[in-house]
């Protein structure tokens, strides 16, 4: 089968089209022919450093987490799942994994679920790794009706879930951002939006809570944890995708408040309750039947020939949406 593989890391490697052999369906996987997949900062981060980051395959490498696609056969022990049913996940691309980047994977039935009826193969492939994530961190929050939540970040990939998500579990959502696409994506999905450029923290905060927000999912991390940190209410909760940086948690600790590291890739890595992504990606596809999670996907369309200028496009910074790759 055709792959795109990376047969040198670094920021010039390029993707080469190459000869694979089609994988063979086992025991407790599903083979997939992949419709679409798409691209992740962290997809780019193993491209760019390779040996450097301890997650990246062994080149050459067959990079690529996320998919959809259509079940082709069922391995022994995997039930739920039919020739022919459409599903999505997250589920190689990293470590031992074989990719995405390819037209089949043999992915770990743990790993995926059924895909949204409402959505397409292309909308679908925007949605695992990101929407996991966005529901982790709200979860892992205790997000309820008649909370207060902030996002920074929240026209981003997993900030736009996020903003969507929160409203489904019944929070009034507020999200920071910058421009007027930003904005209008954030008030879109019925948040307020706060223009981090032109307002204080402190003064949001005091303008829109009493005291704090209850929970803040901060999806740009680093250095603006200090901002989630003042932004935060007494013993409230901050979830947090970006938290590789070193940080005096004295105020933090002064409020009382628990912070929450999502990094969903644990699972995937270590090989370590596998099936709560399954579980999550099956109650976010009723969610998306619902109505209530649409994924916004950047108009820009790649083939998998055409994968570098997909990740080249995610580097730019210019891409308003997920990008995906369609096979």
């Known amino acids: 089968m055709k792959a795109m593989l990376i047969k040198e890391y670094g920021e010039n490697g390029n993707f080469e089209v190459s000869e694979i052999e089609k994988p063979e369906v086992k025991a407790n996987h599903v083979l997939v022919k992949i419709a679409a997949s798409s691209v992740n900062t962290i997809d780019t981060m193993i491209k760019n450093m390779g040996s450097d980051l301890p997650l990246s395959p062994a080149a050459p490498a067959l990079l690529g987490m996320d ?14 799942y039919a020739v022919g049913d459409e599903v999505y996940g997250c589920a190689g691309g990293l ?112 303008k829109y809570t009493n005291g704090g927000f209850d ?12 901002n989630s940190i003042e932004a935060v209410a007494l013993n409230g909760h901050i979830s947090t995708t970006v938290s590789l940086c070193e940080l005096d948690l004295t105020p933090l600790h002064f409020k009382g408040a628990s912070l ?38 950047d108009e820009n369309q790649f083939s998998l020939e055409q994968v570098g200028d997909a990740y080249a496009h995610l580097a730019s910074g210019k891409a308003i949406g997920k990008i995906v790759v369609e096979h």
């Not at 056969?73 to 995997?78: H, K, L, R, S, W």
């Not at 929970?215 to 200090?226: E, K, P, Q, R, S």
């Not at 699972?267 to 596809?285: Q, S, V, Y």
């Open 260 to 297: 929450h590291v999502v990094f969903m890739l644990i699972p995937m890595l270590h090989n370590f309750n596998r099936d709560k992504h399954g579980n999550i990606l099956e109650t976010l596809a009723e969610i998306s039947n619902e109505g209530h999670l649409t994924p916004i996907v």
């Open 95 to 206: 470590a031992d994994l074989p990719g995405t980047l390819t037209e089949y994977i043999v992915a770990d039935s743990n790993l995926m679920a059924h895909k949204p009826n409402g959505l397409s193969m292309r909308e679908t492939a925007a949605l695992p790794l990101v929407a996991i994530t966005a529901y982790e961190g709200l979860t892992r929050a205790g997000v309820k009706a008649g909370q207060k939540v902030l996002v920074h970040g929240g026209s981003g990939g997993v900030g736009h879930l996020a903003v969507q998500l929160a409203k489904y579990f019944g929070a009034e959502v507020f999200a920071t951002g910058t421009g007027d696409n930003q904005k209008a994506i954030i008030q879109k999905f019925g948040a307020t939006f706060i223009d981090f450029k032109t307002e204080k923290v402190a003064d949001y905060t005091a």
């Open 67 to 80: 998919f959809s696609g259509t079940v082709e056969a069922v391995g022994e022990g995997v039930t739920g």
């Open 215 to 226: 929970v803040v999912f901060d999806t740009v991390g680093g250095a603006n944890l200090t």
